[in-house]
């Protein structure tokens, strides 16, 4: 197609191949995605340091509150369970226990949540510049990784005055990297999906909520199996729950008298989770990076 004078092609597609133009929302090969996400890791930082003060700079206390807030959160849940349901019997050293549970599945928990907002909060500076998609759900699991370290250290205060420190504590790194991959890869999921679906974040805190009570944080798993006399295999079965995988390989780390309450193959449940969650995550989001930002 040309213009009047039959010189000038009006057709973009004509247009951009005569200029020399291209779609600036294309969706780039894996491998370069990848190449160029590393190259703006330094942003990623950045941001979730900057989203972590953000969050409290308005409180009177500062960050305090990052510490406040775990603590506050396991007191409740210590007086509701473990002393008005009495979760607590036949569990040894039961607040490190419950201490464990809660920052594990909280971790992930937020992650999830704050992840399936983060493109529809920053939709401006989406469509301000080009930069990966990822960066900004990578920034949120970042910036609960802080929170996540400040727990972590409340927890090896617990145990290390209830039980004294011990050398099987190294292996809460591994166990950490772990929950980590898996948290980035279910982020990415819910960031794709929050990102279409907006109802999603309503639905979340229900999915969440039933997700807690179902993984083992306020009791043992296999000691309430045993007293409901229920088959073997379920215990099997829950333990493919990945959260649970993960709050038992932090527990076994860290406690010594867990060995009674361990579940089966929960190291080899966690590595497993941890790989296909990661993989299938960055997939799943990268197949929609040239729809982000759009309508």
Excluded at 53 to 69: D, E, F, K, N
Excluded at 266 to 272: K, P, S, Y
Aim: hydrophobic content about 50%; overall charge positive; aromatic content about 14%.
């Amino acid at each position: 197609m040309t213009g009047p004078t039959g010189s000038e092609p009006t057709d973009p597609a004509a247009l951009a191949e005569r200029y020399g133009l291209s779609r600036s929302s294309t969706r780039p090969p894996l491998g370069s995605y990848l190449h160029e996400l590393w190259s703006r890791r330094q942003f990623v930082v950045s941001y979730a340091t900057a989203r972590t003060y953000a969050m409290y700079a308005g409180a009177r206390l500062g960050s305090i509150w990052q510490v406040l807030t775990p603590l506050l959160n396991a007191a409740v849940y210590y007086l509701a369970f473990g002393v008005l349901l009495g979760t607590k019997n036949g569990i040894d050293n039961y607040v490190a226990f419950l201490l464990s549970g809660i920052f594990v599945f909280t971790f992930t928990q937020r992650c999830m949540t704050e992840g399936s907002r983060s493109l529809a909060l920053n939709l401006s500076l989406i469509r301000t510049l080009h930069f990966p998609r990822a960066t900004l759900p990578l920034a949120y699991v970042l910036n609960e990784l802080q929170q996540m370290l400040v727990s972590l250290v409340i927890l090896f205060a617990v145990v290390g005055f209830t039980d004294g420190p011990a050398w099987r504590w190294l292996l809460v790194v591994p166990a950490m990297l772990l929950q980590v991959m898996f948290n980035i890869g279910i982020t990415l999921v819910f960031a794709r999906i929050g990102t279409f679906v907006s109802d999603v974040t309503q639905l979340l805190p229900f999915v969440t909520r039933t997700w807690l009570y179902a993984s083992g944080i306020f009791f043992s798993l296999p000691a309430k199996l045993a007293q409901v006399d229920a088959p073997g295999w379920l215990t099997q079965v829950l333990a493919f729950n990945p959260i649970s995988a993960y709050i038992d390989i932090i527990r076994r780390s860290l406690l010594s008298e867990h060995k009674a309450n361990e579940l089966p193959h929960a190291w080899a449940i966690a590595i497993v989770w941890s790989f296909v969650m990661l993989g299938a995550g960055f997939w799943y989001f990268w197949r929609a990076e040239d729809r982000y930002g759009r309508g």
